[in-house]
C-alpha cells in the first residue's frame, strides 16, 4: 500500500531510509510512553538521536510522521479487513470461531497500543480518518466485486 501522508519525497539513499526508519520508531515508541500532544519534535529527535533540524527534512510536521510511523500497523488491519468474508458460513459449527474475524482482531490486538493512543480521545483525526478510508474501500472492494477473498 503506497504512503499517502504528506511526507517529503522518500529517498533511494540509505542513510536517508535509516534516519526515516529511526524517527518511525522513535514516535511510535513516544506515542505509548505518553499523550500524543505531549510529544515534540525535540522529543522525537532526541529519542532518535539526530538534530532536530534533521526531523523536518524528512517531514513536515509531527502529524505527518505518526501517520507515516503507523502506516505499517494499518496494512495489516486493512488485509486482515478484506479478507473478512460479508456472509456466515451455512455449514460452520455454532461453536466454531470465524478465522477471518480472528485473524481481524489478532491484527488490532499486535498494534493495540498504537490504536489505543491515535484512535483514543486525544488522537489523530488524520490518522482515524485515513483507517477509515482504507477500510471502508476495502469493504467496498468486496461489496462491489461480489466474491469473497
Given amino acids: 500500500m503506497p504512503n499517502t501522508s504528506d511526507t517529503r519525497g522518500a529517498s533511494r539513499d540509505p542513510r536517508a531510509r535509516r534516519t526515516r526508519a529511526l524517527l518511525r520508531s522513535a514516535v511510535l515508541d513516544l506515542a505509548m510512553e505518553k499523550d500524543l500532544d505531549g510529544i515534540t519534535m525535540s522529543d522525537i529527535a532526541e529519542r532518535a538521536e539526530v538534530n532536530r533540524a534533521t526531523v523536518y527534512l524528512h517531514y513536515k510536521d509531527r502529524e505527518d510522521l505518526l501517520l507515516d510511523a503507523t502506516e505499517s500497523t494499518m496494512d ?27 485473524s481481524l482482531f489478532t491484527q488490532v490486538d499486535k498494534h493495540r497500543a498504537v490504536y489505543r493512543r491515535m484512535l483514543g480521545e486525544d488522537g489523530s483525526p488524520r490518522f482515524a480518518a485515513r483507517l477509515e478510508r482504507l477500510l471502508a474501500q476495502a469493504w467496498s472492494e468486496q461489496l462491489l466485486t461480489g466474491t469473497p477473498p
Fill in 76 to 102: 495489516g488491519v486493512v488485509e486482515a479487513a478484506r479478507a473478512c468474508r460479508l456472509t456466515t458460513d451455512a455449514h460452520a459449527l455454532p461453536d466454531t470461531n470465524p478465522v477471518h474475524l480472528v
